[in-house]
């Protein structure tokens, strides 16, 4: 077995009979992205037979779970966005918190799926438009996805903001509005804030989606880089929102241009038409243009970088 840096034997074990359980328990939905790293994916949908909606749930595993932190997760689904996700990453929390120390993946999964179940026999199921989106502009790409790298993402406690309220001493950081890319009717905007925990991260996204516009947005794609002076380590995470592989693609950008200590929002309002790969470049354009209006990278810097990685 790879090397696993796991502090306490025994949540090794109870994460390794966990996932054998689950293994066995959902066959092929159940995926191993990385062993080494313990990160898993598993497919879920509202029925077996006949699938309406769907969702994949990426999990990653830290070494002090079950005993002393909740897994870190990820929720990918086109049509999941705005209130129903929070809704659903509200339920989550509340099953971690009722079940805490012991595994909680399969009520997780379970939860996803009566969630989906609910959703798909409601009345307002999923807007017309989001699911012809998916059907074209965005599987002319999901073939060609690669799943996003998460090993970079650093697992420790303040990781796991989605269970952690938020500090009464720590403000609000200054969110900064860019300009709009227009084409086709789809318009992309930015939205930039610096941040230096996880909490800020949450109270910009939460102040962001206060806004009825943005919260009404189709996507709104988010990808952020901390730097730990301590352990000289980046804490990153990002998220799709729908737009597959956006999220990892802004995240790369972070990357290249090696920005620190900042959160970037992206999003995008669907005029109808479909713009196929030209979204991802509107998308990341959007990201350089505010990351250069607020001085964390030159034009000069952005180009020769971003040149080097096609």
Request: charged share 25%.
């Amino acid at each position: 077995m790879a090397n696993i840096d796991v502090g306490n034997a025994g949540d090794l074990q109870s994460q390794i009979e966990e996932v054998e359980a689950l293994s066995s328990i959902y066959g092929d939905e159940w995926c191993v992205i990385d062993e080494a790293a313990r990160i898993f994916c598993i497919k879920i949908t509202d029925d077996i037979d006949y699938p309406k909606l769907k969702a994949c749930l990426q999990i990653i595993l830290p070494h002090d779970y079950p005993s002393a932190a909740p897994p870190v997760y990820q929720i990918n689904a086109a049509w999941l966005r705005g209130p129903d996700r929070k809704t659903l990453s509200s339920s989550l929390e509340e099953l971690y918190v009722a079940n805490t120390g012991e595994s909680i993946l399969y009520l997780w999964v379970e939860k996803v799926r009566e969630f989906l179940l609910e959703k798909s026999q409601s009345t307002d199921t999923v807007e017309q438009p989001e699911v012809r989106n998916m059907t074209t502009e965005e599987e002319e790409v999901v073939e060609d996805v690669e799943i996003p790298d998460y090993r970079n993402l650093k697992l420790n406690k303040e990781n796991i903001h989605l269970f952690e309220n938020h500090s009464s001493d720590e403000e609000l950081p200054p969110i900064k509005l860019g300009e709009t890319i227009t084409e086709r009717r789809s318009t992309f905007q930015p939205h930039l804030a610096p941040v230096v925990t996880p909490r800020q991260v949450r109270m910009v996204l939460d102040k962001l989606f206060e806004n009825k516009k943005i919260a009404s947005a189709t996507h709104n794609i988010y990808a952020y880089r901390i730097y730990c002076e301590e352990k000289q380590s980046f804490l990153q995470d990002c998220e799709d929102d729908g737009e597959t592989a956006a999220g990892g693609r802004l995240l790369h950008l972070l990357q290249i241009l090696d920005v620190r200590n900042v959160l970037v929002v992206v999003s995008r309002w669907y005029g109808g038409i479909l713009l196929g790969p030209d979204r991802f470049k509107h998308i990341n354009n959007s990201a350089r243009n505010i990351l250069v209006q607020e001085g964390y990278a030159s034009s000069a810097e952005r180009n020769n970088k971003y040149s080097k990685h096609p």
